[in-house]
């Protein structure tokens, strides 16, 4: 790989990590800089963790950060973070639009509209809470959070959000965050009861033609690495860019 190129994927690492950040810092938490380290504070502990960058120091952690997101350039090293008492979790996969592949069968019936009212983010909020808990107990727990901070970021003029519906009833979601040239989509969700019909497929499609129909030049998203949703975005044609992992200090 020559200079240019290098500088390119580096370029592009940092656009999809800037983008990612828009989106943790309005629907997560609040971000703090420590020395070459971001701090993402939450009030939720799943939402509260380090990520590393070029010269972070893990003696400079606060102590009740338990975990850390490592990218490819940061340090220290991995075995550093297993001396220093981390192990693994997951690993995050950071993706690109490449290049559409031939069309899916695309579901006439889906009604795709993006929210304007504060009744329209209810049943966005109900819909993406539903889609990522299997239970009422976590449902009860996770609706109100998920809707404070999408309520709060309702009237944003770089966040967009869609709801598809099925006959008059909402199914699925999807949020878009631009930041400049880059659209990052998050908070993709379907009901349990009508997932693999191609409701998904269909939302995310339309999601993508309107994003390049406005100019936008990345399109990105994040998911679990090797998981049936990063193989669900690839057939979509997204590719691969980089991949990063959460580390948890051993208790």
């Known amino acids: 790989m020559d200079q240019h190129d290098q500088h ?10 800037a983008n990612h950040l828009a989106f943790l810092s309005s ?16 009030d939720r502990p799943e939402f509260t963790y380090a990520l590393l960058g070029r010269g972070s120091n893990l003696a400079d952690l606060p102590a009740h ?10 340090t220290p090293q991995l075995p ?8 693994p979790t997951m690993g995050i996969t950071y993706m690109v639009f490449d290049s559409a592949p ?4 695309e579901r006439a019936d889906l009604e795709i ?28 727990d996770w609706h ?14 770089r966040q967009r959000f869609y709801v598809a519906s099925l006959k008059g009833a909402p199914i699925a979601t999807a949020l878009v965050v631009l930041d400049g040239k880059t659209a990052g989509i998050y ?35 994040q998911c679990k690495q090797d998981s049936y949703v990063e193989e669900f975005y690839r057939r979509l044609g997204f590719k691969r860019v980089f991949t990063t992992g959460l580390y948890r200090r051993n208790t």
């Open 8 to 17: 390119t994927d580096e370029l592009l690492n940092q656009q999809l990590l």
């Open 187 to 221: 908070a993709v969700a379907t009901l349990a009861a009508y997932r693999k019909q191609g409701i998904s497929t269909t939302l995310m499609e339309r999601v993508i033609a309107e994003l390049k129909a406005m100019g936008l030049k990345i399109i990105t998203l």
């Open 27 to 42: 629907h997560r938490g609040t971000l703090q800089p420590a020395n070459e380290t971001l701090l993402l504070k939450s």
């Open 144 to 157: 109100p959070w998920l809707k404070s901070a999408n309520d709060r970021n309702l009237h944003q003029q």
């Open 102 to 105: 031939a069309r899916q069968q």
């Open 65 to 74: 950060f338990q975990t850390l997101q490592h990218f490819p350039w940061s």
């Open 113 to 140: 509209t993006e929210v304007k009212t504060s009744e329209q983010m209810d049943l966005f909020s109900q819909v993406q809470a539903r889609g990522f808990t299997d239970s009422e107990s976590s449902f009860a």
């Open 80 to 87: 550093d973070l297993e001396s220093a008492g981390f192990s």
